[in-house]
């Protein structure tokens, strides 16, 4: 069953403090796999995209790692910002068949003063 | 330039009602997708336009959702008979030419069923 499996469900951490988000799938055929943020009665931003041959990309302050063999990624936040408050979604895109992406629930990340 | 729209930002229904919800894309992009976000859980896919091919229908839940993509552009998401469980923040999403390019949300449509 394809699946994206995030943890934690919700975190809450001080300014400045440094965090890592879980990301799990047994989506498969994989194509790629993305990070979005967002924000309370927003739509999705994307952070991030890897392909398979990717282990790591960043995007300031995000970072963002890809382990194929074992199916797991993780998104790294350095030195949060209170802006950083929100939901971190892990999407799985594949690369056939129906339900061509898949999306975690979610990790909700309070940043607090 | 403008990014995803859709309209209206807020809807309340009476159960059994139907709802069109509307998606105006990135202009030029070929792909649009809607999901739904229901409240605590994750977003879920429901239906993708790409081109002139056949959509993708795998996400929607029931014969009561439909949707329609006029002229590669705009689109409208269909809800007849309402339920109280179609409650959610309905996404549309479009992208320049498929799955594997980056996704711009609109804002979401908040459907209320009464």
């Known amino acids: 069953k394809n699946q994206v499996e995030q943890s934690p469900q919700s975190l809450i951490i001080l300014e400045g403090k440094n965090c890592t988000l879980q990301?799990?799938?047994?989506?498969?055929?994989?194509?790629?796999l993305r990070w979005y943020k967002q924000d309370t009665g927003r739509g999705p931003v994307s952070l991030t995209i890897?392909?398979?041959?990717?282990n790591t990309k960043s995007n300031g302050r995000y970072t963002a790692t890809l382990d194929a063999d074992t199916k797991q990624s993780s998104l790294h936040i350095t030195a949060s910002q209170l802006s950083d408050s929100a939901s971190y979604i892990c999407?799985?895109?594949?690369?056939?068949?129906?339900?061509?992406?898949?999306f975690g629930k979610g990790t909700r990340l309070s940043v607090i003063a | 330039g403008a990014g995803v729209s859709q309209s209206p930002s807020n809807k309340v229904t009476e159960k059994g009602k139907d709802v069109e919800l509307r998606c105006d894309p990135i202009?030029?992009?070929?792909?649009l997708y809607w999901y739904r976000q229901s409240l605590g859980q994750g977003l879920e896919f429901l239906i993708y336009?790409?081109?002139?091919?056949?959509?993708?229908k795998s996400g929607l839940p029931s014969d009561r959702f439909s949707a329609e993509r006029t002229g590669g552009s705009v689109s409208t998401l269909t809800i007849q008979r309402t339920q109280q469980e179609d409650s959610a923040v309905y996404l549309c999403?479009?992208?320049?030419?498929?799955?594997?390019?980056?996704?711009?949300f609109g804002p979401g449509t908040r459907l209320t069923v009464t």
């Open positions: 999403a479009s992208s320049l030419d498929g799955t594997l390019d980056e996704q711009y």
């Open positions: 990301c799990n799938y047994t989506v498969s055929p994989f194509s790629n």
């Open positions: 890897m392909t398979f041959s990717e």
């Open positions: 999407v799985v895109t594949r690369n056939s068949g129906n339900t061509p992406l898949v």
């Open positions: 202009s030029g992009h070929t792909a």
């Open positions: 336009f790409q081109g002139n091919s056949a959509p993708d």
